[in-house]
């Protein structure tokens, strides 16, 4: 998997679940990533890097955080139509299965439950790349 033109943005309010999946981002090739430790500071981010012309293709977004949390950041982003092609994931520690149908009903991509190891990680960003594929095929086909 060859993600180094892929830019990330991970927002969760725990450094050291950033720092994780920074790390396996970058053994699976990527260049690097950008951070955000809640929902406010990942809408700033989201809106520079798209009014920069640079937006992220893969963001990681944790359910629970202050100030705004994972759901009202997906729904922001997904009213958003510019973000139609942005993969987003959920990380969350909430693993009960109306969670999971919750942020899958309301556009995420995929969804992790924390804790996670290397390889869910890798079967996640998997499936992303073939919902980027089918996206894209699908607006030029």
């Known amino acids: 998997m060859d993600l180094a033109g892929y830019k990330f943005l991970i927002v969760d309010d725990h450094s050291l679940i950033r720092r994780i999946v920074i790390s396996e981002l970058k053994n699976l090739g990527a260049v690097g990533a950008d951070e955000a430790a ?10 520079s890097a798209s009014q920069a012309g640079t937006p ?11 100030n705004m ?6 729904a922001a982003c997904r009213a958003d139509e510019s973000m139609d092609d942005t993969a987003i994931i959920m990380l969350s520690s909430e693993s009960e299965e109306e969670h999971v149908v919750k942020a899958l009903e309301a556009g ?7 804790p996670f190891k290397p390889e869910n990680l890798v079967q996640k960003l ?4 073939k919902w980027k594929s ?3 095929a699908e607006k030029h086909g």
Not at 56 to 66: E, R
Not at 69 to 74: D, F, Q, R, T
């Open 126 to 129: 998997e499936d992303v790349m």
């Open 38 to 47: 809640d929902g406010i500071e990942a809408i700033q981010k989201i809106r």
């Open 56 to 66: 992220y293709q893969i963001i990681f977004l944790d359910w629970t955080m202050p």
């Open 134 to 136: 089918r996206n894209k």
């Open 69 to 74: 949390n994972g759901p009202e950041v997906l």
């Open 108 to 114: 995420a991509t995929a969804y992790i439950t924390k």
